[in-house]
T-cell receptor
Framework: GENVEQHPSTLSVQEGDSAVIKCTYS??????FPWYKQELGKRPQLIID???NVGEKKDQRIAVTLNKTAKHFSLHITETQPEDSAVYFC????????????WGAGTKLIIKP | EAGVTQFPSHSVIEKGQTVTLRCDPI?????LYWYRRVMGKEIKFLLH????????ESGMPNNRFLAERTGGTYSTLKVQPAELEDSGVYFC???????????FGEGSRLTVL
């Protein structure tokens, strides 16, 4: 069946440095790719998303890139801050559905002061 | 506006017992989803309601799990009888009718001993 692989499972970076989390997906019909952030003890929240008709999207310090040919997409966080510490989940839509998402296993991002 | 609320936040039960989890979605959100995350693994889709109808229940692991959404408002997820492998965090989410963005609850952590 369809799956999404997410790497790394844990990422530790120095405050101020950049962090990159990568996901690959298997369903070539996927066209919606959201990223969710879950801070410790809190609920997952959408931080950015991208659709397959766009190669890159940026929102302040976070950006997402999509390579449809290679079927992978990445989350980039620049100038990391302590509040960026969280678990980040990528997901890919099942086909062209907005609603059925296949999730990655999550990346625990640790920002070292 | 109130977010998605889940109850209980944590439940500890013995194998063979029954547990019922409840989710109250954001008012006006017709789409409601149940997900499960087992320790350190990906978020797995369980099922999707549109109002009171089960749109997709392909992710329900077996017939020990029963989800209902009578009246199209809150939803319950019953596990009966619970097994050890049912332990995990059960997330409920509802989605914005236009964007498809998922709004998650804080999750119900289930521990089966």
């Amino acid at each position: 069946g369809e799956n999404v692989e997410q790497h790394p499972s844990t990422l530790s970076v120095q405050e101020g440095d950049s962090a990159v989390i990568k996901c690959t997906y298997s369903d070539s019909a996927s066209n919606y790719f959201p990223w969710y952030k879950q801070e410790l003890g809190k609920r997952p929240q959408l931080i950015i998303d991208i659709r397959s008709n766009v190669g890159e999207k940026k929102d302040q310090r976070i950006a997402v890139t999509l390579n449809k040919t290679a079927k992978h997409f990445s989350l980039h966080i620049t100038e990391t801050q302590p509040e960026d510490s969280a678990v980040y989940f990528c997901a890919a839509s099942k086909g062209d559905s907005n609603y059925q998402l296949i999730w990655g296993a999550g990346t625990k991002l640790i920002i070292k002061p | 506006e109130a977010g998605v609320t889940q109850f209980p936040s944590h439940s500890v039960i013995e194998k063979g017992q029954t547990v019922t989890l409840r989710c109250d979605p954001i008012s006006g959100h017709d789409n409601l989803y149940w997900y499960r995350r087992v320790m350190g693994k990906e978020i797995k889709f369980l099922l999707h309601f549109v109002k009171e109808s089960k749109q997709d229940e392909s992710g329900m692991p077996n017939n020990r799990f029963l989800a209902e959404r009578t009246g199209g408002t809150y939803s319950t997820l019953k596990v009966q009888p619970a097994e050890l492998e049912d332990s995990g965090v059960y997330f409920c989410a509802s989605s914005h009718p236009n964007t498809g963005e998922l709004f998650f609850g804080e999750g119900s952590r289930l521990t089966v001993l």
